[in-house]
């Protein structure tokens, strides 16, 4: 095929099993060594931030099978690569060699603690991975009020988690909760939902930080909530110290092409990776959705085949629930505009809604479900239908 | 419960959603009925279905799709 005989994947998460999964499916039979600095085998994010936090999920209902005719080392962490001999450096001096490299080491929580190098930044409760969540169940179990910095989708969905196990909830953020994301109409329908359920969510203009006894203070030190649980949810910094002096292009995370190609025998999938936007600045997309179907097109460019889509090719697809909204979004976020409501009614928050394309250069616009059971495939036709011909559905 | 050798794909219908990411991911072995409903149209995998039907449990984003056989878990 390509004479590639041994593929290392560094990163065991969805990205980095998924490029497993594709390379094998697409008939690669060389070997396979997939390397995860977590101790746990792979497992699936999404619920962790929901059902794992209030407990409704036990958390062994994560774990992921693991890929066939793979070798995976888990609790083993990169350090280096080095390019000119084709080998991953790891933690213990080991030096792997590989043919074919898959870059998809993830991301980790962002942290506002200002004592960077003191260890402060590393007290504070973010929620990443598994063993993040499994904490975070136990310390809002011994808590009674909580503060969530950050009213992105994660601040928002842990702050659903603890009113909903009974604790005095608020969420500050730096700019107006999930505006950037969901447009107007949709954030406001959420902060309806929070209010309604007794959660304050809070602008703090200037922005927050955590000082050293860990508590939520605005940038020039006014107490911004009394709580005993201060939990950070302010977007994720890709991991890419690893790749450092290895000549690979860093710009807001490892930079890949629309075939997810870094380099020659290298590609890259997931929370790690930078890719061009619609202006041409490097954008990061660091969503389940993207790490699935990156995952896909990397192993098609690593083996020389031609991808099925690429980067940037299909509408992206988003879900969330928190308050008692479960939200199904393919497409363009935030939308923008107007919606036609396609089904059901916004008042009723039970909702079917199609905005078109923001530009005349736009393939396709944003489809959203509110509490009504879509599929992704339909949601995403959907979102790929012109606005001319919405009235055919 | 061992099947010797014998792998399924297995649909907990009180927690699957209808996202259809499963058929997404194997086209081959799952489709989705007029309701949004995952049909599992390969009753016993076999290897080479295997790196699709894993793709598929890793593609559910609610943990309702799940192997049963001796390498489930």
Request: hydrophobic residues 45%; proline residues 7%; charged residues 20%.
């Amino acid at each position: 095929m390509t004479g590639l005989e041994r593929i290392v994947v560094v990163g065991a998460s969805q990205a980095g099993c998924g490029a497993a999964s594709a390379l094998r499916g697409l008939g690669f039979d060389g070997e396979i060594t997939v390397i995860g600095d977590e101790p746990h085998r792979p497992y699936t994010r999404p619920p962790l931030s929901k059902g794992v936090l209030t407990g409704v999920e036990p958390e062994h209902s994560v774990f992921l099978p693991a890929p066939d005719d793979v070798r995976l080392r888990t609790g083993v962490t990169a350090v280096g690569l080095d390019r000119e001999k084709s080998a991953v450096e790891l933690a213990d001096g080991e030096h792997l060699p590989y043919d074919g490299l898959v870059i998809a080491t993830g991301a980790r929580a962002r942290r506002l603690g200002t004592a960077v190098g003191t260890g402060v930044g590393n007290g504070e409760t973010t929620l990443r991975g598994l063993d993040d969540a499994v904490g975070l169940r136990g310390r809002l179990a011994d808590s009674r009020d909580v503060a969530v910095a950050g009213a992105g989708f994660l601040g928002l969905e842990i702050a659903s988690a603890a009113v909903g196990l009974g604790k005095a909830v608020t969420v500050v953020d730096q700019f107006p909760a999930l505006l950037g994301r969901l447009g107007p109409l949709l954030a406001d329908l959420v902060l309806a939902a929070a209010a309604e359920h007794g959660v304050r969510v809070s602008v703090a203009p200037a922005g927050v930080r955590i000082d050293r006894s860990g508590r939520l203070l605005t940038t020039d030190g006014a107490l911004l909530a009394e709580a005993d649980l201060v939990v950070t949810a302010a977007g994720d910094v890709p991991n890419t110290e690893w790749l450092h002096g290895s000549g690979i292009r860093l710009d807001g995370g490892v930079v890949i092409d629309n075939a997810c190609r870094v380099a020659p025998n290298i590609v890259a999938a997931g929370d790690v990776v930078s890719a061009p936007g619609r202006d041409g600045r490097m954008t990061r997309s660091p969503h389940w959705w993207s790490a699935l179907s990156q995952a896909k097109i990397a192993a098609a460019t690593l083996l020389g085949r031609e991808p099925a889509d690429l980067v940037g090719g299909r509408p992206p697809f988003f879900w969330t629930e928190m308050f008692g909204l479960k939200i199904r979004m393919a497409g363009r976020l935030p939308p923008v505009g107007e919606p036609t409501v396609l089904d059901g009614s916004i008042a009723q928050r039970r909702a079917l809604l199609l905005w078109p394309g923001a530009g005349p250069g736009d393939a396709f616009g944003t489809a959203v479900s509110v509490n009504l059971p879509i599929s992704a495939p339909k949601l995403t036709r959907l979102a790929q239908r012109s606005p001319a011909h919405q009235r055919t559905l | 419960m061992e099947h010797a050798g014998i792998e399924r794909l297995l649909v907990d219908r009180n927690r699957c959603e209808g996202y259809g990411m499963c058929q997404q991911a194997a086209p081959d072995l799952i489709h989705l009925d007029d309701e949004d409903e995952p049909v599992i149209d390969v009753a016993e995998l076999s290897a080479a279905h295997k790196p699709l039907a894993n793709a598929a449990v890793r593609a559910c984003p609610v943990a309702a799709l799940t192997l049963s056989g001796p390498t489930a878990h």
